[in-house]
């Protein structure tokens, strides 16, 4: 048995995998990779198992990453000198740096929602949050809590309701959630009223967050630390409670559909 250790002659080749960043299917470039060897010979014929240790680039948004493949080889018969036949190779294990599976279910039910209604604004502003969390957290942050801001409005336009003289963040959610009914004063059920007060805090921690350390506005003299989990996690509060209200919504526009049906009944 021989182990060793080469630089793989794959830097430059392009495979297709799911970007880490901007979360589609795209060609990455090999930009570094270190092959790990392990040859065990039988007389014709010997089996090897290799590890590759990468650094991928996507060709889409230029995001860098890192891959590891584990294969294993077997029946690669020698033919001459050190020119040998490979028959079968399987590739047994790959992973992922950052995960490519990072954006939550949420998020994706999040996009899906929001190419249902066909909004490409918002859906322009769910590429550029989850596109920059790596790469430009602050960018994100700003993106993240954009799509909430586009979501209330379009629903107060959509609504028919009056615009609130403030239009921040913070006023357009009061227009909506009291629209929707949540409102804690009214709602009886204890349980859903800390949610209810939660998603209020979460809103206006995500409208701060963009006005204190995104690129929305300027720094000033000190700069917040911002990091890619920061910004993960504005993005994922911000899509949670976004999928929440175009639900919530969709709820809503049943229900007056079933009443309207119900008075020309009777």
């Known amino acids: 048995m021989t182990k060793s250790t080469i630089l793989s002659s794959h830097v430059g080749k392009n495979f297709i995998c799911t970007c880490c960043s901007c979360n589609t299917k795209t060609n990455h470039t090999i930009v570094a990779d270190i092959e790990q060897q392990i040859r ?7 089996y090897g198992s290799d590890k590759e240790y990468q650094i991928i ?18 029946n690669v018969y020698h033919i001459e000198g050190e020119e040998r036949e490979f028959k079968d190779t399987f590739l047994i294990a790959e992973n ?27 859906e322009a502003e769910f590429s550029r949050a989850t596109k920059k969390i790596n790469l430009e957290p602050r960018e994100s942050i700003s993106a993240a809590c954009n799509i909430l801001e586009s979501i209330f409005k379009v629903y107060i336009s959509d609504e028919n309701l009056d615009e609130p003289k403030k239009k921040d963040i913070k006023s357009l959610w009061n227009t909506v959630r009291k629209d929707l009914g949540y409102d804690t004063r009214n709602e009886q ?14 809103i206006d921690g995500v409208g701060s967050l963009r006005t204190h350390s995104s690129t929305a506005h300027g720094a000033g003299r000190m ?35 079933n009443t309207r049906h119900s008075i020309k009944l009777d």
């Not at 948004?61 to 890192?66: M, Q």
């Not at 059920?189 to 979460?202: A, P, Q, Y």
């Not at 890619?228 to 929440?244: C, D, E, K, Q, Y």
């Open 96 to 122: 992922f740096y950052p995960n490519t599976n990072s954006i939550g279910l949420s998020s994706k039910a999040l996009l899906k929602a929001i190419k249902d209604k066909n909004i490409p604004s918002i």
């Open 57 to 74: 680039q996507c060709d889409g948004c230029d995001t860098i990453s890192f891959r590891s493949a584990h294969y294993s080889t077997e």
């Open 40 to 46: 065990d010979e039988y007389e014709y014929t010997f």
């Open 189 to 202: 059920d204890e349980d859903l009223n800390k949610i209810i007060s939660g998603m209020i805090s979460v």
């Open 223 to 257: 700069i917040n630390n911002i990091e890619s989990r920061h910004a993960r996690l504005a993005n994922h509060a911000a899509h949670t409670i976004g999928l929440f209200i175009l639900e919530s919504w969709d709820e809503k526009m049943i229900r007056t559909t």
